[in-house]
């Protein structure tokens, strides 16, 4: 779906003190960025941020990075965080295409990455664009600390089993996998929905969610 192109999107982007520009030269400075060593969490595929700032919101000790390719869509998040009264001082967004992430944070600098209904790339010749591929995967190697893990959900099964299979193919180990999200009271604790999930699950869609991380050699 071509999304639409909103006046002056960009430029609101660019005074915005909310998102970090030259992000090609920030790798390893992310701490400078935000004033502190807490961790850093981050989410590729953003959308309209609702899901980052509520959990920006809810762990103050954690710094929080959303990355979002498409200005039409960023905007929405600006304009959320803008007009909040308390805007959360740990979030911080980047306008980017994901496949730069590691020039953008560096070796071990992040400890969780949040991947939340991605494009599924239908296509099997666009398989390498799928957020949780063998080529992503290796990506997020690079900038995850050695503890560090992904949390991706999503409605597709289809996407989901190949990102079952992707991990596994790649050695990472599975910590937690579920078809049916909002029936598993444990893992329901404490989770936060995106405008997504709202949506699919008032469909009635099953939401598939799997935590995994790289194995301990």
């Known amino acids: 779906m071509r999304l639409r192109n909103i006046r002056g999107s960009r430029e609101a982007i660019a005074e915005s003190r909310y998102v970090i520009h030259e992000e090609g030269t920030r790798a390893g400075t992310w701490h400078e960025i935000f004033g502190n060593d807490h961790p850093?969490?981050?989410?590729?595929?953003?959308g309209k941020g609702k899901f980052l700032m509520a959990l920006a919101k809810a762990h103050p000790q954690v710094n929080y990075v959303g990355i979002e390719k498409y200005s039409s869509v960023l905007i929405r998040a600006l304009e959320k965080i803008e007009g909040e009264k308390e805007p959360p001082a740990n979030l911080y967004f980047v306008r980017m295409d994901a496949e730069e992430i590691e020039n953008v944070f560096g070796?071990?600098?992040v400890e969780r990455i949040y991947l939340n209904f991605s494009d599924p790339?239908?296509?099997?010749?666009?398989?390498k664009r799928r957020l949780t591929s063998r080529e992503f995967l290796a990506r997020y190697d690079k900038i995850l600390c050695a503890d560090g893990q992904v949390e991706f959900k999503t409605d597709n099964r289809a996407l989901f089993d190949f990102s079952v299979e992707s991990a596994k193919e790649a050695g990472w180990n599975l910590k937690t996998l579920t078809y049916d999200l909002h029936h598993d009271p444990k893992l329901m604790e404490?989770?936060?929905m995106t405008e997504y999930e709202e949506r699919f699950s008032a469909l009635g869609?099953?939401?598939?969610?799997?935590i995994a991380d790289r194995e301990k050699k």
């Open 40 to 46: 850093i969490h981050i989410e590729i595929g953003m």
């Open 190 to 192: 404490g989770n936060l």
């Open 205 to 210: 869609n099953p939401i598939h969610k799997l």
């Open 107 to 109: 070796k071990g600098e």
């Open 121 to 127: 790339w239908p296509k099997d010749r666009h398989a």
